[in-house]
T-cell receptor, first 114, second 120 residues
Framework: RKEVEQDPGPFNVPEGATVAFNCTYSNSASQSFFWYRQDCRKEPKLLMSVYSSGNEDGRFTAQLNRASQYISLLIRDSKLSDSATYLCVVNMRKLTGGGNKLTFGTGTQLKVEL | GAGVSQSPSNKVTEKGKDVELRCDPISGHTALYWYRQRLGQGLEFLIYFQGNSAPDKSGLPSDRFSAERTGESVSTLTIQRTQQEDSAVYLC??????????????????FGNGTRLTVT
């Protein structure tokens, strides 16, 4: 089983729709979680962190479910400019060797259409 | 403010040659990561630095790959005897994260624009 798994999509949605992505992680010791956005042939950019209690940033809502080991991203009133690949990132503190282990999912592609 | 800077932005090299890729992280960021991304693929972890030390080299695909970091700043990724399968975008990222900074919600990764490597 992959450490971080995402449905690759693509998710094709009309402008104004609400769309949700899930990301599952295998290691229960994972400690922090992020959603990144990557546009075609560009570097990933932080979209939002995911807090234990869930958090919202404008049209974007992130949730964490530790019991089921997944995080989610909800996009409301989607815009054409939301078209991108959304990467789930899971951070786990390594018990040996020190440091943090950041693992990226392979991303979910979203296409918002007129 | 200055972000993560990578050079060169593009590199075309012949199979068998060595290449060096450079990353200048954001000033003060102690953690530095190298990733590789092949066309249409996800990010593949290569190596992680905390300060000048590399506690996790597990992602380096072969002994042709090496990396170093000096002055808790600049990092260089070296690929020796390049092969065509090394063609990819090499992304560097830095963060404030330290070994004790858990959870590091406040220290996400900041990526550079990447170096697009093409081995012919």
């Amino acid at each position: 089983r992959k450490e971080v798994e995402q449905d690759p999509g693509p998710f094709n949605v009309p402008e104004g729709a609400t769309v949700a992505f899930n990301c599952t992680y295998s290691n229960s010791a994972s400690q922090s979680f992020f959603w990144y956005r990557q546009d075609c042939r560009k570097e990933p950019k932080l979209l939002m962190s995911v807090y234990s209690s869930g958090n919202e940033d404008g049209r974007f809502t992130a949730q964490l479910n530790r019991a089921s080991q997944y995080i989610s991203l909800l996009i409301r009133d989607s815009k054409l400019s939301d078209s991108a690949t959304y990467l789930c990132v899971v951070n786990m503190r390594k018990l040996t060797g020190g440091g943090n282990k950041l693992t990226f999912g392979t991303g979910t592609q979203l296409k918002v259409e007129l | 403010g200055a972000g993560v800077s990578q050079s060169p932005s593009n590199k075309v090299t012949e199979k068998g040659k060595d290449v060096e890729l450079r990353c200048d992280p954001i000033s003060g960021h102690t953690a530095l990561y190298w990733y590789r991304q092949r066309l249409g693929q996800g990010l593949e972890f290569l190596i992680y630095f905390q300060g000048n030390s590399a506690p996790d080299k597990s992602g380096l695909p072969s002994d042709r790959f090496s990396a170093e970091r000096t002055g808790e700043s600049v990092s260089t990724l070296t690929i020796q005897r390049t092969q065509q399968e090394d063609s990819a975008v090499y992304l560097c990222a830095s963060s404030l994260g330290s070994e004790t900074d858990i959870p590091n919600y406040n220290s996400p990764l900041h990526f550079g624009n990447g170096t697009r490597l093409t081995v012919t």
